[in-house]
């Protein structure tokens, strides 16, 4: 079973159309992330949740917005897709904070044309 | 804000040599993590330091810090083609803290 599981893998849309990413970790973790890796590999934290708590928001965008069900998941949803919106996003968890190792899922690779 | 760079950007070897990578810092820093990620694929943990250590071995991975000067190297001997990725530094920092910050990373080519 994957520890860290998101789908979907690649995401092809046209600018201004709304999509999401779903992310599901089966840890049993308290904490989840989103981070964002562009084109020259730099990884950037976009939202941390701790027990369905947002804890981060970094300078992001208004159009993104983070959903937690429950624990095991953390779902992104981006409104209004922009050229500059296209990277790889990838979700991540870890059993408390950032001080312990994060376990990450495969990544979206979004495409916005 | 970044805060970890590694160093060099990219590292060509043959197989079977030792790698070594290094990771500056800026600020104060609770731990200090190594990750790699293969081509395509997400990034996988592969060594944890803490401040108060100097040295760390994982196998073939062997990770050293020094806090005065704030910097870290991750040394990979005997290195085979498989270990052929980005290799990324990640910096833990301020009590309770809820993020990684990361370095943009050293591409390791192993040619067999």
């Known amino acids: 079973d994957t520890a860290v599981s998101q789908t979907p893998k690649y995401l092809v849309t046209q600018m201004g159309n709304d999509k999401s990413i779903k992310c599901e970790q089966n840890l049993g973790h308290d904490t989840m992330y989103w981070y964002k890796q562009d084109s020259k590999k730099f990884l950037k934290i976009m939202f941390s949740y701790n027990n369905k708590e947002l804890i981060i928001n970094e300078t992001v965008p208004n159009r993104f917005s983070p959903k937690s069900p429950d624990k095991a998941h953390l779902n992104l949803h981006i409104n209004s897709l922009e050229l500059g919106d296209s990277a790889v996003y990838f979700c991540?968890?870890?059993?408390?904070?950032?001080?312990?190792?994060?376990?990450f899922g495969s990544g979206t690779q979004l495409s916005v044309l | 804000s970044q805060q970890g760079e590694e160093d060099p950007q990219a590292l060509s070897i043959q197989e079977g040599e030792n790698a070594t990578m290094n990771c500056s810092y800026k600020t104060s820093i609770n731990n200090l993590q190594w990750y790699r990620q293969n081509s395509g694929r997400g990034l996988v943990h592969l060594i944890l330091?803490?401040?108060?250590?100097r040295e760390k071995h994982s196998g073939r991975l062997r990770v050293t810090l020094d806090t005065s000067k704030k910097s870290s190297s991750l040394l990979i001997t005997a290195s085979r083609a498989a270990d052929t990725a980005s290799y990324f530094c990640a910096t833990a920092s301020g009590a309770g803290s809820y993020q990684l910050t990361f370095g943009k990373g050293t591409k390791l080519s192993v040619i067999p």
């Open positions: 330091i803490r401040s108060n250590e």
């Open positions: 991540a968890s870890s059993q408390v904070g950032g001080n312990e190792k994060l376990f």
